[in-house]
């Protein structure tokens, strides 16, 4: 039988990639299309999943009610993760080389176990 763990880490992985598909088409536009900077590119792409994950994971992934405090927990968790994400992607690109939209990639590899962790561990912890 599948643990309870891995089956929301499979919903969570589903709602991701949906999440990862709008940050990186979105990253694509404003960096290759728009000019954006590479950080400011990722940080817009980066938000424009949080939406999305957020109504998914709390409604299907987790399953819990809106909260004020589950909304500031998974606010801070992202911006942790964020954090993270523009760290490695600047470290891939400044100090490695590697082209942004690889590095992007990358960094969000980074950015999606920080995420996942602290959604499910803090954020939507069951009671």
């Known amino acids: 039988m599948i643990s309870n763990d891995v089956i929301k880490f499979i919903k969570f992985s589903i709602v991701g990639i949906t999440n990862t598909i709008v940050s990186l088409v979105s990253f694509y536009l404003l960096f290759e299309f728009l000019g954006v900077y590479y950080i400011f590119a990722s940080t817009i792409g980066y938000f424009m999943g949080l939406v999305n994950s957020y109504f998914w994971n709390l409604k299907w992934t987790f399953k819990h009610r809106h909260s ?12 942790l993760a964020l954090g993270f994400k523009l760290i490695n992607i600047s470290i891939f690109i400044e100090i490695f080389n590697i082209l942004e939209l690889y590095s992007e990639v990358l960094a969000m590899i980074i950015a999606i176990v920080i995420n996942f962790g602290g959604n499910r561990y803090w954020t939507f912890k069951e009671r």
Do not use: G
């Open 68 to 79: 004020t405090q589950i909304l500031i927990k998974f606010i801070i968790v992202n911006i």
